[in-house]
C-alpha cells in the first residue's frame, strides 16, 4: 500500500497528491441544505453538481438534492444567463422549494457571471426566495464555500426590524455533523436558553426511513428564524474558519454582536460554550449537563492509561482539529502533526499557542498541505495513532496505524450522523473510540503472554 512514498518529506510547490481538502461548493451544498423545503442550485456545469450530492450521498447514505445550470459549451463563450434563469423557474415548476441557494463554480467563476443581476431579472414566484453566494473553487476549501454560504444566508435574509433586542441568541454550528447540531441544541435547552440556529442539517440528512421518500424533510432552519435574527442578542459562532464571517456579516447589517468560538470538541471547549450561553442569556448550568460532564471526567481518568503519552496525528478541516487537538492534549496524548488542506497562517497561528503552552517543542503543524506529506511525515516520526477522514485510511493500513475517523467525509463507516462529537457527550464518545482502536491494535500485535482479558 502506497509502496511510491518515501520517507523523506521534501517541499513541494507545483504538485498536490491525496489533498487534504475538496473545493467550495460542495461546502455551500452541504450549508444550503440546513435552510428548511431549500434546494442547493449549482451554477456551473453538472458534472461538479453530481459529484458533490455523490460525496455527500455517500457520507451521510441519505439522498441529497440539489439541482444544476447545466452548462453547455456555449454557456462557457456567452455566460450562464439563460442557463440559470430558465433552470430557477424549472425547479420552481416542477420541484417547489420554498428557497433556492445557488452557488458557482470554478467554470461560471472564471467566466465572471453576475449571479445577482441574473436573480434580479428572474421572475422568481410570489413568495418564493433565491438566495446566492460566490464559492470559487481555486480559493480556500469546501469549508470556505461553506462560510460564504452561512454569510449570504445573513446578507440576504436576516433583518433588523425592532428596537430592542431580543433573548434569543443565534448560534452557527460550523460545518459539523447533523448529530452535532443536534446536541448543540439539546445542550441549549437544557439550559432554558433561547436559540436560533442556522444552518441546521439535522432531520434533512439523517433522516428515518418512513417508506415514504420526502423531498424536503421536516428540519432545517426556518426562513422567518433566520430573518429574526436580525433581531437577536448576540451570535455564538463556532468554529473560526465555517461561521466568523456570518457572524462578523450579522454585526455589519444589524448589530448583533458576535463572539467567536471553538467548536464545542472536548472538555474545555465546551466548557467555553456552556459559560458564554450561561453569560450571555443569565440562565444558570443545567444539573444534567454538569452531570454529564462529571462522567466525563470520571471516564478521563478511568482510561487515561490507555492514551496517555501516545503520540497522534491529526488531519481534516480546520475547526474540528483545532478543537480536537486542544482535546487530546487535555487528555495528555501528544499531538506530533497536525495538518489541514485548508489555507490559513490563523490555523497554524493557532495551534502552534497549543504546542508552546503544552511544551511541544517537537510538534508540526501545516496548513495547505496534503496527505502525502502528512504519510512522509508520520514515516520520519511514527505516531501510535492517527485521526481524520476516511482517506487517512490508506496510510494507517501502509504503516499499520490504528485510525480513528473524524471530520468529513467519512465513506466507510456509519454513525457520524447520528452520533455527536461535540459537548460532553460527544467528548465521551471521542474517549470511546481512542481507546478501542488503540486497545484493538494492541490485542492484536502484542504478544500472546501480554494478551489481557482485563484492561
Ligand atoms: S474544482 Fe471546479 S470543476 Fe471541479 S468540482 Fe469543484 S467547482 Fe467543479
Known sequence: MLDYTKGEYKERSGLKVNPAKTCQPVGAMYAALGIHRCLPHSHG??????????????????????????????????????????????????????????????????????????????????????????????????????????????????????????????????????????????????????????????????????????????????????????????????????????????????????FIMKEPIGIKATDEFVMKMLELNGGTMSKDLEYERGQLVDIMVDVHNHYHGKKVAIFGDPDIITAMTEFVIDLGMIPTLVLTGTPGKAFEKEIQKMFDEAGLADSKVMASEDLFSFHQLIKENPVDLIIGNTYGKHIARAEDIPLVRVGWPILDRIGHGYFPIVGYKGALRIIEKISNALLDHYDRTCSDEDFELVQ
Do not use: W
Open 45 to 258: 456545469s453538472q458534472g461538479c453538481c453530481s459529484y458533490h450530492r455523490m460525496h455527500l450521498t455517500r457520507h451521510y447514505r441519505d439522498p441529497i438534492v440539489a439541482s444544476t445550470s447545466s452548462f453547455t459549451e456555449g454557456a462557457c463563450v456567452f455566460g450562464g444567463k439563460s442557463n440559470l434563469k430558465n433552470g430557477l423557474l424549472n425547479v420552481f415548476n416542477i420541484y417547489n422549494p420554498d428557497v433556492v441557494a445557488i452557488n458557482t463554480t470554478c467554470l461560471s467563476e472564471t467566466i465572471g457571471d453576475d449571479i445577482g443581476e441574473i436573480v434580479r431579472s428572474t421572475n422568481v414566484p410570489e413568495g418564493k426566495t433565491v438566495i446566492y453566494a460566490n464559492t470559487p473553487s481555486y480559493q480556500g476549501s469546501h469549508v470556505t464555500g461553506f462560510s460564504n454560504m452561512c454569510k449570504a444566508m445573513v446578507t440576504h435574509l436576516a433583518e433588523n426590524t425592532e428596537e430592542k433586542k431580543s433573548d434569543t441568541v443565534t448560534i452557527f454550528p460550523g460545518y459539523v455533523e447533523p448529530s452535532d447540531m443536534m446536541e448543540m441544541k439539546r445542550m441549549a435547552d437544557l439550559m432554558g436558553i433561547k436559540y436560533t440556529m442556522y444552518p441546521d442539517t439535522s432531520k434533512v440528512v439523517a433522516t428515518p426511513n418512513t417508506g415514504k421518500y420526502e423531498m424536503y424533510p421536516e428540519g432545517g432552519a426556518k426562513i422567518e428564524d433566520i430573518k429574526e435574527s436580525g433581531n437577536s442578542m448576540a451570535s455564538i459562532a463556532l468554529g473560526k474558519f465555517s461561521s466568523e464571517a456570518a457572524a462578523y456579516e450579522l454585526e455589519k447589517k444589524c448589530e448583533v454582536e458576535p
